[in-house]
């Protein structure tokens, strides 16, 4: 986190994307529920883009407290991922090629040598015009 940086220029960006989001999701809430909550939401919108554009340098404690939000949710997504990635994808392709038999790199067969020949293509001009 002491890495991070903490500009004007970035400090202006936070302050204008927090004002559309919160102005965004207010939209949304007011257009599907009808909520009074929507007004709130446009207020912090609203400030959120005053002082982003006026005085970026008082966003600073608040970009630093969503960045560290960021970080510790950036970590969770992330073994979440992996594990639904590796439990639900990987592991039942594994178990299913192994209950198959399936050798993919064909390793049962006892050979000399694990290279494959390439067949031989005389040598054409146009191979070279389109080559996938």
Request: glycine fraction near 4%; charge should be positive; charged fraction near 20%.
């Amino acid at each position: 986190m002491e890495k991070l940086n903490k500009d004007r220029k970035i400090l202006k960006n936070f302050g204008l994307t927090m004002a559309i989001a919160f102005g965004a999701i207010s939209v949304l809430l007011f257009l599907r529920y009808k909520y009074t909550l929507a007004l709130y939401g446009l207020i912090i919108s609203l400030i959120f883009f005053c002082v982003g554009l006026i005085s970026p340098a008082l966003l600073k404690p608040i970009y630093i407290a969503w960045m560290r939000f960021v970080l510790i949710l950036s970590w969770i997504n992330t073994r979440i991922i992996l594990v639904i990635l590796f439990y639900l994808i990987f592991t039942p392709m594994g178990l299913l090629i192994r209950l198959l038999g399936i050798d993919l790199l064909e390793r049962k067969n006892r050979q000399k040598s694990y290279w494959k020949e390439k067949e031989k293509i005389d040598f054409n001009p146009l191979n070279y015009e389109r080559r996938f």
